[in-house]
């Protein structure tokens, strides 16, 4: 797609990230079943939902501007997946892997955080009110979900990987 608008970067933009929420609602269930803490496990499938339902407010976006979306692929988010699926393939189910998995998922939700903060700023500038509305609302649930996985991480997680670590014993009653 050749960009020579603001539109245009509006749109490139709006693409990308539709094709990244779509390959994250393939992506979470199997970061939930390798999971092993329950609230992780809670918190990737609350996101999933969350992720579905984004996809819809991105389709109420698309209907308030007028415009038809591009076939993008979403080369970041690829990327970002295939980290998580390499932690599942190579790190044994336990603490450390979820501690990882939670790193792999606040890196999906920063990539997130910084395309909805352009995108809620370019549909401003194109006076795209109620689009800017709906994607500052898609924003904001992102950065709960960065919140809540940190929050996963200091209070349950991490400890259990540096008693996994340090003790290698059974960890599965933590």
């Known amino acids: 797609m050749k960009i020579e608008t603001l539109e245009?970067?509006?749109i490139h933009e709006l693409s990308d990230i539709y094709n990244a929420e779509k390959q994250l609602t393939k992506a979470?269930?199997?970061m939930a079943e390798a999971a092993v803490d329950s609230k992780l496990i809670t918190a990737f499938e609350t996101h999933l939902e969350e992720t579905k339902e984004q996809i819809e407010i991105l389709d109420q976006?698309?209907?308030a501007c007028g415009i038809r979306l591009?076939?993008?692929t979403c080369d970041a988010m690829k990327g970002l997946i295939e980290e998580g699926s390499e932690i599942i393939q190579e790190v044994e189910e336990g603490p450390v892997r979820d501690a990882m998995l939670i790193a792999a998922a606040q890196k999906v939700e920063h990539y997130e955080i910084a395309s909805y903060g352009s995108l809620v700023a370019l549909a401003d500038k194109l006076d795209y009110v109620d689009a800017?509305?709906?994607l500052e609302e898609i924003l904001e649930q992102e950065k709960e979900t960065d919140d809540k996985?940190?929050?996963i991480a200091e209070q349950r997680v991490n400890d259990n990987a540096l008693r996994q670590s340090s003790s290698?014993?059974?960890w599965s009653s933590m």
């Open 70 to 72: 591009k076939r993008e």
């Open 61 to 63: 976006v698309v209907e």
């Open 168 to 170: 290698e014993g059974d």
């Open 8 to 10: 245009d970067a509006f």
């Open 28 to 30: 979470l269930p199997k």
């Open 149 to 151: 996985l940190n929050m």
């Open 132 to 134: 800017a509305d709906l």
